[in-house]
């Protein structure tokens, strides 16, 4: 999955690239393999300048949670549709970023009022656990974007670090991987987000930030 524009210099100076993407024409693997996704209210796609950026995920009426290598000048969201282009518009008035770790809150300007919010967890899930990715983008290296969210089962292994060198779920593949375009999705355990999408090989392996390591930080910011 991809999400935003990457600098050459980083994406040619290591192998693992933040899972972002640039816009719909440029896009790389969200998630490859994995499924359609049905329903998933609490679902955010994330926008810059009116092109697809990244995925993320809405917690109350005017908070979406991303990756903060997603943010930056001219952001806009759509919530609440598994196709991205038809989720409820609002722009977003600001964001906060963590000091440390690879996650960012948006303050959306227009509330939106879904049926279901993620809700966060508190603990990291166990070694060995299966977890859920969520995404959109490439289905395969070289196209096309999917219209329709995906998902995909991952294997927890370790304890890592994100790409700014926050705490971060490290998995590999299970039915599936997620790469460029997936970043700020989220990584999900018995039905509670764990981790937001930050790196990913894009051919079996991924690093989530922790929502738990960070989650005094969330509840501050936003209050959820």
């Not at 290591?14 to 049905?38: F, H, K, Y």
């Not at 998995?171 to 790469?179: L, S, V």
Request: proline share 6%.
């Amino acid at each position: 999955m991809r999400s935003i524009a990457i600098a050459c210099a980083l994406l040619c100076a290591v192998t693992t690239a933040p899972a972002n993407a640039a816009e719909d024409g440029g896009a790389q693997p969200l998630i490859i393999g994995g499924a359609p996704v049905s329903s998933a209210p609490w679902a955010a796609a994330v926008y810059r300048s009116g092109s697809f950026t990244c995925s993320g995920t809405i917690l109350a009426p005017q908070w979406v949670l991303t990756a903060k290598h997603c943010v930056g000048a001219g952001l806009s969201v759509r919530v609440g549709n598994v196709y991205r282009a038809q989720g409820t518009p609002s722009s977003v008035t600001r964001y906060v970023s963590h000091p440390q770790a690879d996650m960012s809150l948006l303050q959306l300007a227009t509330p939106i009022q879904t049926s279901q919010y993620s809700r966060l967890a508190d603990a990291n899930p166990p070694t060995g656990s299966t977890n859920q990715l969520y995404g959109w983008g490439y289905t395969s290296r070289t196209g096309p974007v999917s219209p329709q969210l995906k998902t995909a089962d991952v294997r927890l292994t370790s304890i890592c670090r994100d790409y700014y060198g926050g705490q971060a779920l490290c998995t590999t593949r299970i039915t599936g991987n997620a790469w460029s375009g997936d970043s700020g999705g989220p990584q999900v355990y018995n039905g509670l987000q764990v981790g937001v999408a930050s790196t990913a090989d894009g051919t079996s392996t991924q690093q989530y930030s922790s929502v738990p390591a960070v989650r005094a930080w969330i509840r501050s910011t936003s209050g959820v």
